[in-house]
Every structure is written in structure tokens, then in C-alpha cells.
């Protein structure tokens, strides 16, 4: 059975690919889910319509989001923890506190956008990059002392 997809499947396709799938797959998951339509001549010209849509959304998304990295790119945050020996802090700076520094200084930016590997424990100077689009990624500059 051929189906269209509406949105991104795993292991499947993207969103406005015309797939072959076993018809049980379809009828029981795909179709009920809301996840694919069945591939007659109306649904094709409702997906073309659709992918349109979305590829207009998604381009101003990304003007968006090339715009955020600009203002982004040149902030320079600092943040003041107390510390031990070897300039080692007690506890750890995460992505919550660097989001809540960022809004201090009039920029919002959602915590699950700042990408840190593991919480920074060390004074110093970090860069933080910021994921504000799949393909758009900003670098703001962490600064750490001791208090």
C-alpha cells in the first residue's frame, strides 16, 4: 500500500515522501495516528499544498533564528560561584543558569536550546554554543569567578 507522509517517521521517511508500507502498518498505525495519508490524486495535491506551507515556515523560522545568533554571538555573560582549591566550584553552573543570565541581560532563550556536554565546574572562561535552529547555532561567552 502507498501512503504519503505528513510528518518525519523514523526509519520511514520525511514528511511529503510517497512510501510503500504493508497495509496493516498503515490502517493500524499510520493512517489512525494522523502520521500518513493514503496516496490517491486529492491527497497528493494536499501534501504539495502542505509541504509548501511548511517549507515557508520553516524558512522564516531559520530568518529568525539567523537573526537571534547575530545579537547572540557577541554576548558576554559572567557568573559569580564560590570556589575551592584548584578553582574547582561547589556544585555546578547548567543550562538553567546560563538561560536565566542570558534573560537577565534581555535575551530569551530556552534551556533545552544551550548545548553544554556536562555542567561547568571550573572557573574560567567557557563558550557555550546555543542551538536555535537545526542548521543555526550561536556562541555565547561564559565567564566563571570566584566569589
Given at each position: ?6 510528518q ?6 520525511k514528511?511529503?515522501e510517497?512510501v510503500?508500507v504493508k497495509p496493516g502498518?498503515a ?8 502520521l500518513?495519508y ?7 495535491q494536499?501534501?504539495a499544498a ?5 517549507a515557508?515556515h520553516?524558512a522564516?523560522?531559520?530568518?529568525d533564528?539567523?537573526?537571534q545568533?547575530?545579537?547572540l554571538?557577541?554576548?558576554s555573560?559572567?557568573l559569580?560561584r564560590k570556589?575551592?582549591?584548584g ?7 547548567t543550562?538553567?543558569d546560563?538561560a ?5 541581560q ?11 556536554e556536562?555542567?561547568i565546574?571550573?572557573v574560567?572562561?567557557h563558550?557555550?554554543p546555543?542551538r536555535?535552529?537545526h542548521e543555526?547555532?550561536a556562541?555565547v ?7
Open positions: 500500500m502507498e501512503v504519503i507522509l505528513r518525519d517517521v523514523t526509519s520511514l521517511g514528511a511529503g510517497l510503500k502498518y490502517r493500524n498505525y499510520l493512517l489512525p495516528h494522523g500518513a493514503e496516496a490517491t490524486a486529492g491527497n497528493k494536499r501534501i502542505e509541504s509548501k506551507a511548511r515557508t520553516q522564516a523560522e531559520r530568518q533564528a539567523v537573526a545568533a547575530a545579537r554571538n557577541g554576548v555573560l559572567t559569580a570556589a575551592g582549591e578553582d574547582r566550584l561547589f556544585g555546578s553552573i543550562s538553567q546560563v536565566d543570565a542570558l534573560l537577565a534581555g535575551h530569551t532563550v530556552d534551556k533545552r536550546r544551550i548545548e553544554l556536562h555542567p565546574k571550573t574560567g572562561l563558550a557555550i546555543v536555535l535552529h543555526v547555532t556562541e561567552r561564559l565567564t566563571v569567578v570566584a566569589e
